[in-house]
């Protein structure tokens, strides 16, 4: 089966895991998904089975759309639920203020990702070496960067718990984002709910199979009936960019009844980036 659609993850499973249900559920062998979400967080996962794999690199990743809840004076390691350490009382802000601090984000942000992480060091998760104690060689590759924080808007607050929506670049940790808006508040925090609503316009929709004519963000040439392009794309062979009468350097997306590649024209160069790829 090839099939492209959004799933929904659970909280408190990870998003392996819940890839294995999805499969051993669909019968199929073949599969993955773009963006990674922590087992404490939940939402959008866009799945994929068979050659639709392939096209995860060419969709369009943000911006990234996260709800999510800080729970004000919760200090945990992994900056969630998950490995508390302590609770602080910490005092009553006013609405004005969090509501003037979360625009204080909006822009680029620098922040250390969380050593409770997928990110790789080594070839290992993060997080594998945070449960093992390997402090100094988290610090050692754990370096400052930056995420873009496109928009945030205030949800509610409600003592000590402050809500929140955030439309974000790829590689933004929200749970990072969620320890500065409570540093600059002058307490500690950590969250308490992280929900994905969307990545790249994408939304669960009861894992609606997607078209991924529609969701590829590159122009479409349709070659249906054109049966000697046919042939030399089927076999993977180089023709010139004038057969198709492109002039403009871009990525673009070749349409035939039943399958459709996606090719580069750079350089005067037409190169295949995923051919014969089945329309189902």
């Known amino acids: 089966m090839n099939r492209i659609f959004v799933a929904k993850k659970p909280l408190f499973v990870s998003s392996n895991h819940y890839l294995s249900s999805l499969k051993h559920r669909f019968g199929e062998k073949k599969a993955g998904f ?28 943000s911006p990234k759309v996260y709800q999510a809840t800080l ?15 302590t609770l602080h009382c910490v005092p009553l802000f006013s609405q004005e203020k969090i509501e003037s601090i979360l625009q204080d984000f909006v822009g680029i942000v620098h922040f250390v990702p969380p050593k409770y992480s997928a990110k790789k060091i080594q ?22 960067q930056t995420m873009q924080i496109l928009k945030i808007e205030f ?9 929140f929506k955030a439309w974000v670049s790829e ?14 508040l002058g307490c500690v925090g950590s969250l308490s709910y992280l929900e994905r609503i969307s990545e790249g316009g994408l939304h669960y929709e009861g ?8 969701i590829l963000p590159f122009k479409k040439i349709d070659a249906r009936k054109d049966f000697a392009l046919r ?6 062979k180089k023709f010139s960019p004038k057969i198709l009468k492109i002039d403009e350097f ?31």
């Open 123 to 144: 070839g290992t998760q993060a997080y594998k070496l945070a449960r093992i104690g390997k402090e100094e060689l988290l610090e050692q590759h754990l370096k400052e």
């Open 155 to 163: 949800l509610n607050y409600a003592h000590p718990f402050v809500s």
């Open 250 to 280: 871009a990525k673009y997306i070749v349409q035939f009844e039943d399958f459709f590649s996606i090719i580069s024209f750079q350089n005067q160069n037409l190169e295949y980036l995923a051919n014969r790829i089945p329309l189902c």
């Open 34 to 61: 773009s963006g990674i979400l922590d087992p404490f967080a939940c939402g959008a996962l866009l799945v994929a089975f068979g050659q639709y794999t392939k096209l995860f690199p060419y969709l369009k990743k």
């Open 71 to 85: 729970w004000l004076g919760l200090q945990s390691d992994s900056l969630d639920l998950e490995n508390v350490r």
């Open 231 to 236: 042939s030399l794309v089927q076999d993977g």
């Open 207 to 214: 894992e609606k199979a997607l078209n991924p004519l529609e």
């Open 171 to 184: 590689g933004a940790y929200i749970r990072s984002l969620g320890e500065l808006i409570a540093k600059k």
